[in-house]
């Protein structure tokens, strides 16, 4: 039963382009979700989250947006960079445990 | 970057040995997680521990468990390996203040079972 979902193994963009980054949650409870950002041989690192409270969150490049009637978040990432290029996850706690996505590969292409 | 160190970065074992992974934090949180990342299955709980010798399973324990006898280390331990547990293999720490959840992962393990 995977209570968060990332159904797009893949995207690639073009440099300067927008990103967005699909979530989608089964589980009613989840009241906070974080995005993590992954580059091979490294740790998940933490990037930006939203609190159910809100809609949307924004952190300089990185924005977050939360339709809980939906059970559907995204990241949008604008403009991209290649440097944005890694894997993300998103994930949603409780409990003190985080569940993850399965993550989307991101490729930005120069 | 959250202080936290994984041992060893690499591991080739053959199926049947024991292999224990070590995960170490300076920052003196309470929460600790081993996790595995696998194709296909995003990060997946293995154990976590919300104190000395308070420890509980996650989401695919079968196969591991785990022990910490001190705040800063939490021990991860394959009894008998097998080719399915090649993985790799995250350490997270949280404080679990503010209400926040965030977790802060070390840089992981590769483990190869033959």
């Known amino acids: 039963d995977q209570q968060v979902k990332q159904n797009s193994p893949s995207l690639s963009v073009q440099e300067g382009r927008i990103s967005i980054l699909n979530c989608d949650y089964t589980?009613?409870?989840?009241?906070?979700f974080l995005w993590y950002k992954k580059y091979p041989a490294e740790g998940p690192t933490f990037l930006i989250s939203?609190?159910?409270?809100?809609d949307k969150n924004e952190d300089g490049r990185f924005t977050v947006f939360l339709n809980k009637s939906a059970k559907h978040l995204s990241l949008h990432i604008v403009p991209s960079q290649p440097g944005d290029s890694a894997v993300y996850f998103c994930?949603?706690?409780?409990?003190?445990?985080?569940?993850f996505g399965q993550g989307t590969i991101l490729t930005v292409h120069p | 970057d959250a202080g936290i160190t994984q041992s060893p970065r690499h591991k080739v074992t053959e199926t049947g040995t024991p292999v224990t992974l070590r995960c170490h934090q300076t920052?003196?949180?309470?929460?600790m997680y081993w996790y595995r990342q696998d194709p296909g299955h995003g990060l997946r709980l293995i154990h976590y521990?919300?104190?000395?010798?308070?420890?509980d399973k996650g989401e695919v324990s079968d196969g591991y468990s785990v022990s910490r006898s001190k705040t800063e280390d939490f021990l991860l331990t394959l009894e008998s390996a097998t080719s399915s547990q090649t993985s790799v293999y995250f350490c997270?720490?949280?404080?679990?203040?503010?209400?926040?959840?965030?977790?802060?992962f070390g840089p992981g393990t590769r483990l190869t079972v033959l």
């Open positions: 994930a949603a706690p409780s409990y003190g445990k985080l569940t």
């Open positions: 521990s919300y104190g000395v010798k308070d420890t």
């Open positions: 939203i609190s159910s409270i809100k």
């Open positions: 589980n009613s409870m989840f009241d906070y």
């Open positions: 997270a720490i949280s404080a679990q203040s503010e209400g926040t959840d965030t977790q802060y």
């Open positions: 920052e003196n949180h309470r929460y």
